[in-house]
């Protein structure tokens, strides 16, 4: 497989590296990457995601587009949907996205606490990828918070009580 080249010093990465990795010779970020709005996982911004072609947002519209996602908008229209969209809808939305962020950047924090009495150190980095699971993981990613309670996994999405209504 072809190795990633870092876009700062040019260096090539170990062949183990993985999106969202330091460059080893720099220590600069390797690529500019982004979340995709609609599966979640870390693309080049470019124009449309490698994993599930949809638009690839302007990272400061990720929220909003989160949003737009959840009520139902889908892949290939998302991207418009926010061109159309009242940029005061927009801001409204990304707020609430926060708003909901901020729930889970606090239990993240409590998890991060633990952890300094811990042997491993990777609860806190799990629970940060929660709200978001990847593709590879199941598929549609669950939201941060329905009616108040967190998804616990992507099982409960698909089956247990917080069941999606939609598709
Ligand atoms: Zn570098
Ligand atoms: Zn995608």
């Known amino acids: 497989m072809e190795r990633a080249v870092c876009e700062r010093c040019g260096e090539k990465q170990p062949?183990?590296?993985?999106a969202g990795d330091l460059c080893l010779a720099c220590g600069a970020a390797v690529r500019h990457e982004v979340r995709c709005a609609w599966c979640a996982e870390w693309v080049p911004?470019?124009?449309f995601c490698r994993s599930c072609g949809c638009e690839v947002v302007n990272e400061i519209l990720y929220g909003a587009a989160r949003m737009l996602k959840s009520a139902g908008v889908d892949r290939f229209s998302i991207a418009g949907k926010l061109r159309e969209l009242d940029p005061e809808q927009v801001r409204n939305l990304s707020r609430i996205y926060?708003?909901?962020?901020a729930v889970v950047l606090r239990r993240c924090e409590e998890a991060r606490l633990c952890e300094m009495y811990l042997l491993q150190k990777t609860h806190s980095r799990r629970l940060e990828e929660s709200p978001v699971p990847s593709a590879a993981e199941g598929g549609t990613a669950c939201e941060i918070t329905r009616g108040g309670t967190r998804c616990q996994s992507e099982r409960l999405c698909e089956e247990g009580p917080n069941k999606r209504s939609s598709a």
């Open 15 to 18: 062949v183990d590296w993985k």
């Open 45 to 47: 911004a470019g124009k």
């Open 98 to 101: 926060e708003g909901q962020l």
